[in-house]
């Protein structure tokens, strides 16, 4: 079965750069979602799009911008990076915005050197 | 304040020697529990979705179960390759539709 892709999997960035994670979800999935897991920690939520629209926003950073275009997949653009972003930033997604099964993608490694 | 714990946060147990997880939760309004298993820096694997206090479901080794304040994931004679982080998180009402993970519980399952 079809499974939520990411890209890229690995980036390498040094502070002050921008960045740009892709990630397409699965198949007739109209819902994605982002989260942020440090080392060691659990992961949190970072924002949410349905049907293109902001659903839900959490601890994201300003210098955080996110968008999900026409075909449903969605961009998570980081500016101005610092050391703390470094992270796994992974992307969910799901049918619906009810109680539904949010799928995770294999994620995006980022450095911030 | 909404919470989610998982207990231990480390289990060690030979191979074939079954446990229990523990996950507990204090939100209001639980509109679902799910259970994720995730390999070291892999993206979180579905494991089950539970919705209501009663509520079990069974995939292999692996046994979920809901009630009103927690839930258990329990491993029947399990195998080294069941080893991995099991997390746990849930929906509930005022959190819209996003996850509230607990820390997890590293599983070690030695031959």
């Known amino acids: 079965a079809a499974g939520v892709i990411q890209s890229p999997r690995h980036l390498i960035k040094e502070k002050r750069e921008t960045a740009t994670l892709k990630c397409y979800p699965i198949?007739?999935?109209?819902?994605v979602y982002w989260y942020q897991q440090g080392p060691g920690q659990d992961p949190q939520f970072l924002i949410s799009?349905?049907?293109?629209?902001?659903?839900d926003k959490g601890s994201i950073p300003d210098r955080f911008s996110a968008q999900q275009f026409s075909d449903y997949h969605s961009e998570l653009n980081m500016s101005s990076l610092e050391l703390g972003d470094s992270a796994l930033y992974f992307c969910?997604?799901?049918?619906?915005?009810?109680?539904?099964?949010?799928?995770f993608g294999p994620g995006t490694r980022l450095t911030v050197l | 304040e909404d919470q989610v714990t998982q207990s231990p946060e480390a289990l060690r147990l030979q191979e074939g020697e079954s446990s229990s997880l523990n996950c507990s939760y204090t939100?209001?309004?639980?509109?679902?529990l799910f259970w994720y298993r995730q390999d070291p820096g892999k993206g979180p694997e579905f494991l089950f979705t539970?919705?209501?206090a009663g509520e079990e479901k069974e995939k292999e080794r692996l046994k979920a179960t809901l009630t009103k304040k927690e839930s258990f994931l329990h491993i029947t004679a399990p195998k080294p390759e069941d080893s991995a982080t099991y997390l746990c998180?849930?929906?509930?009402?005022?959190?819209?539709?996003?996850?509230?993970f607990g820390a997890g519980t590293r599983l070690a399952v030695h031959p």
């Open positions: 998180a849930v929906l509930f009402s005022g959190g819209y539709n996003k996850l509230i």
């Open positions: 799009f349905y049907e293109k629209m902001q659903s």
């Open positions: 198949p007739r999935h109209d819902t």
């Open positions: 539970l919705y209501s």
């Open positions: 939100v209001s309004g639980l509109r679902g």
């Open positions: 969910a997604s799901s049918l619906g915005t009810g109680a539904d099964t949010q799928y």
